[in-house]
Every structure is written in C-alpha cells, then in structure tokens.
C-alpha cells in the first residue's frame, strides 16, 4: 500500500527562500500569514490529510460512488466522515474572504495546502475543489442577494458547488449549449437540459449543493454570445437561510471512469430546475472563464499533487526492493542484490521526477503569489504585471503542469516494474487519476491554443515580453555569478528558442493562422520549459545565497544545486527540437485528406 | 463503442512495396507465401479477428476473468467459444513447424496477422502468444520426445503454454529465483515454489496448459548461472498423448490489474509439480532467452497493435464530432460547428499517431523479416546480418514500439477529450492495455541497457557497425534522388547524433560503466528515431517509385510522402538533445544521496 508524507521542508523551501513570504507583507491579507500561521498549515493541514484523508484514497478508488434508484450519491465508505472532520477543523476556509466566514489566507498559503490535499486524496479534493470556483464566479459576479444567500454556507463547506458547462454534443465549443432557462414572473428561471461530466454533482457530503449552470435564455444568439450563468440549488433556500423544497435537478446516471471513482462524476438533468441569473443575461462565458481560470490553476496542481506522491512511493521501492548489481560492482555485497537506487535507469526516473515536481511546486506557488498581487498588490503596475503574467501562464501550469503530472506517474509506475501494474500496489491508480487533468477544465491542447491564440497577442504582446524581461533580466544579472552562470547560459539558450519561437509565430500567424495552431503544443511545451527553468534559476540562487550563509540544511540545499543541473543537462536540450517543430509550421499538419487518416 | 478496420492496405504497402515479399522466394518457407495466400490471411485473418475477437474486446475488459474456489479459472463471456473457432479456423498455426502440424509461414506473414489480433483484442491474443513462446522454447532447448509429446497439440492450439519467471522478490534478477527443483528417481524433478504474473496462467481455453518454469536444482549456485529450465504440464501426458493425472501446480489468484483484464494473470503454486528438464541443468537462462526474444518482438507488435486501433477510433471521432471553427474561417457554415479535423492540434496528435504507426508497422515486418533470413537465408554472411541486425533492434522494437504504444493511446484518447475519460467509449482500455506492454518481458529500461550494455558491443560492435552501414548506403544513395534526397538529408543529420553518442559511450563507458546506464534511455530512444527514420526514408523511396510507374492508389501514395516529411519535422528534430542528454553523462544522474528524492 502506498504512504504519503507532506513535503513541508520543499515547501518552506521555496516559500521561505525563493520566494519570501516575508516581503509581501504590505499585501493586506499576508499580514495573517505570519511564519507561525504558515507552519501551522503546513504541519498541521499536511498531517490532517495524511492521517485523514490518505487513507482513504486508495479504497475509494475501488469502491467509487454509489448512485441509488432514487438519484442520490454515496461516497465511497469513510468519505462522508473525513469530510465532517474537514469542515469542522476549518481546513475548508483558509483563502475565503472572512466577510463570508473565511480566514483570508493568501492564497499561496491555501494552494500550498491544496497541493497537499491533492496528494492525499485527489477525487476528496475535488468536492471542495469544485465549490471554491463556484465561490470565485458568485463573489464576482453574484448579487449581494445571492453572495450572502450562498457563499458563507459554501465558504463553510455546509454546501458544495458545482460547476455545469458540458453537454452530450459540446465540451470544448459551448457556443453548441443547448440547455434551455426560460424566465419566470417572479423574476427566476426555469433551466430545463442535460449536463454530462458534473464533478461532485451530487453526494452525501453536503446538506445542499449549489449548481453553477450554463443555459441559453429564449431568443440568445446560438453562440457563446448567446450563454448566460444561473445558480441553481439543489434545495432552495429560504430567506432566513434555511432549506426549501426540493429543485427540480437530479443525478441521472454516474460516469463509469478511467480514474478518481471517489468522485462522483454525474450526468445531471435539469427538468425546469429553479436557478437565478448570475451577472448580466448573455455574460455567461465571462463568468465561466473567473472559474475556469481559478480552477485551471487547480488542475495544474493536481499534476504536482499526483506527481509528488506517485514519486514519494517510487523513491521508497527503489529503497527497499533489490534487484541485480550497481554496474560498478556490488554496493552491498552482503546483501544478495543491490538496491533499485544503483541503477542509473532508475535514477534517470526518480531525478527527472525530482526536477519536474520542485521546478512545478514552485511555480504553481509563484503562480498564486501573481494571483494574490494582481488582485491586492500596492502599485496598478505591479497588479498588471502579476496579472499579466498569471494570464500568460495559467494555460502553461494547466497543460504542462498536468502533463508532467501523467508522465512522472507513469515513470514511477515503471520503477515498480510489474508491480506497478497491480492496483493493491497505488501506483496504476495514480496513473488513472492524472490522466483525467490533462483534459478537464479545456484539454491541454486548448490550453496551447489559448496560449498561442490568446494570450500572446492580447494587449499588444504584453504579457509575453513582460515574460521575457523577467526571464532575461533574471539570466543577465545571474550570469555574474559564477555560482548561478551555468545554469543561466543554459537557461540563456532555451529562452533565446522560445523567442524565436515567438518571433515566428507573431510573423507567420497572420498569414495563416493554422501556421500558429500547429505550433500550439510545442510552444506551450518550450515556454513551460523556460517557466520552470526560471523557476530552477532562483532556486539554484536561494540554495546559493543559503549555503553562503551557512543555512544548517547543507544536503537539502546542495541537492537543489545537482539537480538544477540535472535539469539543465536532460531538460533544457529540448528548447532546440521544439523550437525547430514550431517553425515547420503547418504545411505537414494540414495536408492529408481526413481519408487518407484510414489506413485500412 | 470502439471499431476496428484491419489496416490490410498498409499491410500490403508494407509487404509488397517496402520489403517486397516476392524478392525473398529463395528461402524455402517464402515459397508457401504466395500473394494469394498472403492476401488470404491478410484479408481472411483480418476479418477473423474483427468480427470474432474484436466484439468481445471491450466486454472482456470489464468483465474480466474469475478464479473459483477449487482454483479453475474461467475466461470472460465469448472468449472460449472465440477461442474454439480460433483453433477450428486454423489460425492458430501459421508460423509452426509443418512437422509439428504448423503451416510454415513465414514468421513476417505470421507478424501481419499478429497485428491484427492484438487490435482487435490483446488480451485474448495473449493465449496464444504466450504459447508460441513455449513452443520457441521447446523446439530448440527439447528433447525430440519433450518435442514429440508437447509441441503438436500446443501447435494446434489444443494446449496453452506459459512462461514462469517472476517471483515475488525477483522480477529482472532472476538469479533471485528460489523456486525448487528437486530430482525424482524416474529422471523427473519435483517443483515448488510460488511464481507470479504468470500471463495465461489457468484459464478454460484449452484442455491442457504446459508450464515452462525457472528453478534451481539443489546445490546451484545462488545466481543466474544456477537455474534451469523446466516443462510442467498442468496435467500429466501419457505416453500415448492422452491426458493423465492433474499435477500439483494450481492457480492461487488472479492479480487485479490496471489493464488487459481478459487475460488472467495469475500467482502459481508449484507443490511439488512433477516436471523435467528442458535442455541442460543450469542453462535455463539461456532457453529462457529464446522465447524472451521472441516475446519482446512480439509486445513490440503490442504497442503498435494498440496504437493502430486506437487512432483508427480516433480518426472516426475527429471526423464525427463537431466542435468549434477552422482558424481559417468555417469549413462547413451549413453545419453549427466544423469537425474536429480542422484543429491543427487534432490533426498534430493524430499526424504523430499516423507517422509513428506506420513507420513501426514498417519496423515490425522487417524486423520480422530478419527473423526468417536469419534461420532461413542462403548465405552464412546474410544470416549473420539478419542476426545481427534483429539482435541489436529487438529491444528497440520492444522499447520504442511499446514507449509508441503508450503514447499513441494517450493522445488518442485525448482526441475524445471527456469521453476519452469514460469507459464505455472504449478509449480509456486501450491506454490501460497499452500499459503493460512497456512493463513486462524486461522493462523498457531493462531493454536500454540491454541496448547499449549488451548489444552495442557484441562481436567487438559489430551489430550496431552494420546498422550504422545499411543507414548510411541507403542515405548516400537517396541524396541522389531528388524526389529523396530532402528525406535522407534529415535523416542524416539524426544518424550523425547516433553516431556520435555511441562514439562517446565507447569512449566513456569504459571508464565509467555508469555513464552507460545513465544514457541508455536517451540513447534507445534515438536509435528508435532513426530505425522508425530508415523505414520512412524506404517508404518514401517505395511511394515514390510507385507515383512514378503510375500505381493506381495515388492518394494514399502521396498521403505516405506528407507523413514522411511530418516524421523529418516534427520527430527527427528530436535527436540532437537526445545525444546532448547522453552525453552529458551520469554524474548529475548519480550523484544524490538517496536520503535527497525525500522531500519531506
């Protein structure tokens, strides 16, 4: 059976010397986040998901959720306590707004917690997961009516949410939404259709579950012109807080998935469900994209959360399963085999696990300091430039983040060998819970294409060159040191590809947009690359500047240090070959007859 | 629900114009394989496997197999039925011996079939696969009764057969083993000791199921010089072929596993099994390889028999779905959305499919191909070339076409998007299926090092000189043909890097056998690059030629020389940081202390 320990002092690693909570005090809701709190949520929130929720991971991936005759949801055995004991010891309300009942935690705080939670327990995860974007899109667009009717249950965890986008003919283009919200006199709707994929759309967690709903109301234009948000509550809600009666919305069927069976993922009909308009009519898309872009950056941790545990559990097997000899003669000859560790194979795994997850951790945490600051930072500059640059890479944390998650699940499978395709070992279930974030909340090719298509040219190439500055700014002024410039050069290069890259693209996409769409992916792969190389620059600096200072955690630190080069000497050698598929273009994507795809 | 189209038309391409089967009649057993009977089992098997095997594909997996009480085990629903008109129909004996009742095919016409039924359902085709690997076994390490009594019925696919290696605590190291093997007076030995992962290991598809088992005869040394080979038979043959008594050999359980659920892979008890030696005590190893090599060519023809159905199912689903518009405007303005095939990154994933695909097919055939020469060929030196060449691309065809395998199924899945995720589309098994196939027969870390620690400096390199040589005067004579020459250019370039990353493992290795190890992952997988790259380049050569002398299938012709030019701008690009990753040696691989991969 799989364990799992909270990676707390990688954490404090790049919370404390990377980043430095400590000079964002002058963000208002950081002045909370004093370096006790900070440890009590690391500590104390990792060991209440190891010891909570860890254990239930892995016997809720082969029980999964039960749906009864009468639409209702049971989570898998011990789900329904683990969640009590969630909302009661608060872990529920760390980065909510206290006005609504939250602590007003930072949100680096909370998304360091969150990596946690994933890890321990992903399908868990996603129950709370799903209300918090709901949270999001009520707090910016609900009425003051509808944030104190729904959001201090929700905040609380009392109420889940959901989030309503996919129907059986559209995912990705809901300009296709057929989901119908026709008004009623006294001023709400009645929303009548068929929602597939509902994370969480229906259990036994909560006393009430708020649905967020896209519909078209009558005469809308059939595009995503034409989409309109609408809350919709399982029970109403009275005005004095308390449950109505039943709404019309109901679970019809549950999803028989690859992976996380511990959520329950619904097919949820609405026969002219009650629900109320949220924001403008016709805005629907707008207000999706706040939950989306929140619950993007929360897929992308789930690439870390799973990576992370998935090589915890293969770092332990290297240790204790024998097998053969070091190439270099035995390292124990006593024993009648070494272990897995001596073998360079095995190590190529766990070190490209190693150098992906600490590069993603401290990316996704600098990715919620840019959402903290865009939205509390001082200066309108330093809002923009966070806001910028959280815009240009939540698609690159999203889809590079979770196809790092898949790929070091699937190599840490491998280091178990046959063992690793047996479910009583974890290690499969890890792969088949991973793969599920490389496609929800836009797969990770739409992801590339709102990088490319989106991102990039928006206010004139903002973003990117904002991007590009920091990056080069940050080689130039480390190419001084000679601690840090190997790792710069090579660092150098990489973003001298993506560049170029850029360069190319901006040249050839107005000529053929298609030139921009077949470079998507690659591109998305090479800015990931320069993303978290950036992300090894600093920590080559932080675990520098530390042993300068004769930080007492000399291995830790000087681990950092073999494996930035690790990174440079296995990772960075990509930029070149993506760079080169980039500038192909399109010609090759494009030509084939869709016949000539048959083959037989 | 997943279909499946045996993809005969490239088959043929693959037969007649690539390798030109016609050209092979000087050996003896090509002479049964007449185009017609090519065309008969092309066509004729392929339709077997499609509409026998391929329904109960997507049933068998959710199903699964069920262990009894008493230890029997029986198939999913179909398969034993399927399996008897397997039997009736004949295909089970293509490439057997005609003395042992087989038709004597060539093993590259057997190969083509193959494929076909591991699309249509890998699991069920591992019954019969792991028997041809006993009867591999049996031929060349048995005695002639051992043969007499054994090989016709396993032939006939009246017995199964398995393979017996892995124990618990030793999987790779099979000097680990410590299954017993204890002398009887009649020259039988007597079996015990517990085996795991045993493919087909109990099952109601046959009558009787002859076991090759790995043991140690009392006082062998404690290593791999100290197993030999034995044949086990679940029930006793009588001198006269009749079945006798059951022997104490027993299914214990059936592994829950990630994928291939049709086939039971079981924990066998050996209690004092009666068994008798296969060849001499001690060199079971040596046997053992013979049906290993077999198996690797054959789970090599696993990843490219599960990518060929899965992007056949993919293809349907991008040119069924609608979702969204052409970057270049609607392609299809009557209809609310165009079809997924106008998304450059649709079209990049299933481009990636298709040139991969096809240039493993290609790889496949003719590694199956040298197989034939090497018994069969006239010359000494041509069979030592076949020999060769097959020895040093065995584990490049298992490691690559299995990495393929993987990968294909992915992105085919991910072409679904969400209901890529659901099971009842049938997408997410292939992925699962696909899983195992980089696992088992060694690793494919297991075959790297197999690579580049055994077979790169076999007979003083002689393998991998000849490689390089066959690529090189392929290159230097398409340089000169225009229509080639843009091809070969590419491909020269990515031979340079393999040339060059083996010169530096000659140099390095002998210093340092760790900075083997620490690029034998990168370095098969460029080797891979360039195998799949000489295939392309004789594609190209052989649709070139057919343009030029007016064949009839134009389209699908030139469709081959656009998937060639994809394969050189999008994969070959891939080679020089493969060489920088090996060449950048083993220290930043090596140097961590274990206590470094924990990051709590």
């Not at 790092?404 to 840490?412: E, L, N, R, S």
């Amino acid at each position: 059976m799989p364990q799992f320990t909270p990676p707390v002092r990688d954490t404090r690693f790049v919370l404390d010397r990377v980043i430095g909570l400590d000079r964002y005090t002058n963000l208002p809701h950081f002045q909370a986040a004093t370096p006790d709190v900070v440890d009590a949520v690391l500590e104390e929130g990792g060991k209440f998901v190891a010891e909570v929720l860890f254990p239930i991971n892995h016997s809720g991936d082969q029980q999964g959720c039960t749906r009864h005759p009468d639409g209702s949801v049971t989570t898998p055995d011990g789900f329904k306590e683990a969640y009590a004991q969630f909302v009661e010891s608060g872990w529920c309300t760390l980065s909510a707004p206290p006005e609504f009942g939250g602590q007003g935690m930072p949100h680096i705080v909370a998304t360091a917690f969150q990596e946690y939670m994933i890890s321990a327990n992903m399908a868990f995860a996603m129950y709370s997961g799903l209300a918090h974007g709901a949270i999001s899109a009520l707090l910016v667009k609900g009425s003051e009516a509808q944030k104190a009717k729904y959001v201090p249950k929700m905040v609380s965890g009392e109420w889940g949410g959901t989030m309503n986008l996919t129907e059986p003919q559209c995912g990705t283009d809901l300009g296709l939404i057929k989901t119908k919200a026709e008004p009623n006199a006294d001023g709400s709707y009645s929303i009548t259709g068929t929602k597939i994929f509902i994370s969480s759309g229906e259990h036994d967690l909560t006393s009430n579950i708020i649905h967020l709903v896209l519909a078209k109301t009558p005469g809308a234009p059939d595009s995503t012109k034409g989409i309109s948000l609408f809350v919709v509550p399982k029970f109403l809600v009275n005005d004095d807080g308390s449950l109505g009666e039943r709404n019309a919305v109901t679970c019809g069927s549950i999803e028989h998935k690859m992976g996380i069976h511990g959520n329950s993922t619904c097919v949820m009909n609405y026969d002219g469900a009650k629900g109320w308009l949220v924001g403008e009519e016709m805005k629907g898309l707008a207000a999706m994209f706040i939950m989306m872009n929140a619950a993007r950056l929360g897929v992308g941790l789930q690439g870390l959360g799973i990576a992370e545990v998935a090589m915890q559990n293969a770092v332990q097997y290297a240790g204790d399963r024998r097998q053969g000899r070091a190439l270099t003669g035995p390292q124990e000859p006593n024993e009648k085999a070494d272990t897995l560790f001596v073998h360079p194979d095995v190590r190529r795994m766990l070190m490209e696990a190693k150098a992906q997850i600490e590069g993603l951790r401290a990316l996704c945490l600098w990715g919620a300091l840019q959402v903290d600051m865009e939205h509390a930072a001082p200066t309108e500059e330093e809002r923009q430039l966070a806001g910028d640059l959280i815009g240009l890479l939540t698609p690159v944390i999203k889809g590079v983040g979770t196809d790092i998650g898949y790929k070091v699940a699937t190599d840490c499978q491998q280091v178990y060998g046959g063992h690793g395709y047996i479910a009583e070992w974890g290690m499969e279930q890890y792969v088949r819970d991973a793969r599920i974030a490389m496609i929800y909340e836009g797969t990770n090719g739409v992801q590339a294409m709102d990088l490319v298509g989106r991102k990039l040219a928006l206010n004139g190439g903002r973003a990117v060159q904002a991007f590009f500055r920091v990056v080069g700014e940050e080689i130039a002024a480390a190419k001084g040191n000679e601690k840090l410039a190997g790792f710069a050069e090579a660092l150098e290069k990489a973003l001298g590809h993506l560049q170029g890259a850029t360069m190319w693209l901006a040249q050839n996409g107005f000529k053929n947009p298609n030139e921009v769409g077949a470079g998507a992916y690659p591109y998305m792969q090479l800015t990931g690359l320069v993303a978290l190389g950036l992300m090894w620059l600093r920590m080559v600096k932080a675990a520098s500047e530390a042993l300068a200072q004769g930080a007492e955690d000399v291995a830790f630190l000087e681990a950092k240090l073999v494996t930035a080069r690790f990174y440079a000497e296995r990772f960075l050698p990509d930029a070149s070959g993506l760079r080169r598929k980039i500038e192909a273009g399109s010609e090759s994507v494009m030509a084939l007859d869709p016949e000539m795809f048959r083959a037989a």
